[in-house]
């Protein structure tokens, strides 16, 4: 959250070889890396959380959003459909299946992805939000 990404790489690292198995320490070190455009790495690091995790909601999404920056749209959507089977109020998976979708296209299902991120997030996330607001506007298909 400070933006020293050097160090939390290296203190996600000492608390992986500490505990190899701990999930949320693998799942954080893809967001790190991710962060420094290291997607790769960041992929794996998602994957091992997800070998120790395989429900590690974080890692799934995560995951998906490399695979759509890596131009894999078949696979992110296939992974969020995943994950929003499990659990369809995940505000983080609806965000981003939707902009999968978008991608793909698929603008009715698009619409109703960010719908549904609207009535899961809670406020949680107030820039995304408005956001995701003015994009429902131009898609002309928001909630009321």
Do not use: C
């Not at 949320?24 to 420094?36: E, H, Q, T, Y």
């Not at 992974?79 to 499990?86: F, R």
């Not at 603008?107 to 994009?135: C, I, M, W």
Request: glycine share 6%; hydrophobic share 40%; proline share 4%.
């Amino acid at each position: 959250a400070m933006g020293r990404l050097a160090d939390a790489e290296t203190h996600y690292r000492r608390a992986i070889a500490l505990n190899p198995r701990y999930a949320a320490a693998w799942s954080n070190l893809g967001v790190v890396l991710d962060a420094l455009g290291r997607k790769a790495e960041a992929a794996a690091a998602y994957r091992e959380a997800l070998r120790q995790d395989p429900q590690n909601a974080g890692a799934r999404v995560n995951l998906a959003q490399v695979y759509e920056s890596n131009g894999d749209a078949a696979q992110a959507r296939k992974l969020l459909e995943e994950v929003l089977q499990d659990d369809p109020t995940l505000p983080e998976a609806h965000y981003t299946l939707a902009r999968v979708l978008e991608g793909q296209g698929h603008l009715d299902e698009a619409r109703v992805h960010y719908n549904a991120f609207l009535t899961n997030s809670n406020g949680q996330f107030p820039k995304l939000e408005a956001a995701v607001r003015r994009r429902l506007a131009a898609l002309k298909g928001g909630i009321p």
